[in-house]
């Protein structure tokens, strides 16, 4: 695969799981399997799509993108977090945008 497939194939999983996520903290508790199926399949495309273009680009795996991979843990576990804690919604909402917010500034700046 080219790397403007997995660029493209990473970036619409990522659109599907932060939606999703956010989707998990306000939607109804019979909403849960499906939810949890599709973040979790979202989540594992991100992954797979990453390491892949990392592969295609030959680089390693770098510092930031390790900060990447810690992103990407606490995204793929805010869907179930968001169902059994509802009274902390906002708070989680709050560390699912700093975590998203944290990855496309490792991954444009490349500080380290």
Known sequence: MTITTYLV??????????????YAFAAPAETKGRVMMVTGVAALVVLLSGVGMLVHLHLGFPAWAKVKFGCWIVLGCMAAVGYRRRAQADL?????????ILAVTMVYLRPF
């Open 9 to 22: 194939v990473h970036l619409s999983a990522i659109i599907v799981l932060l939606g999703y996520t956010f």
């Open 92 to 100: 989680f909402m709050i560390i699912t945008f700093a975590a998203a």
